[in-house]
């Protein structure tokens, strides 16, 4: 598997499980939390190189 496949496939992984999420929780729980995530701090900004 190379470099390309191997970022496919995670990437397909991640949509799976946050569809998952999705099912499970519903959007607009997610949305919940990501605005108190947020609040919290939430992920770091990406610095551009």
């Known amino acids: 598997m190379n470099r390309t ?3 496919q496939f995670t990437s397909w992984l991640g949509k ?3 569809a998952a999420r999705v099912e499970r929780l519903g959007i607009e729980r997610i949305r919940k ?4 995530n947020g609040k919290k ?3 770091p900004r990406r610095e551009k190189a």
């Open 16 to 18: 799976r499980s946050y």
């Open 5 to 7: 496949e191997l970022k």
């Open 33 to 36: 939390i990501a605005r108190e």
């Open 41 to 43: 701090g939430g992920r």
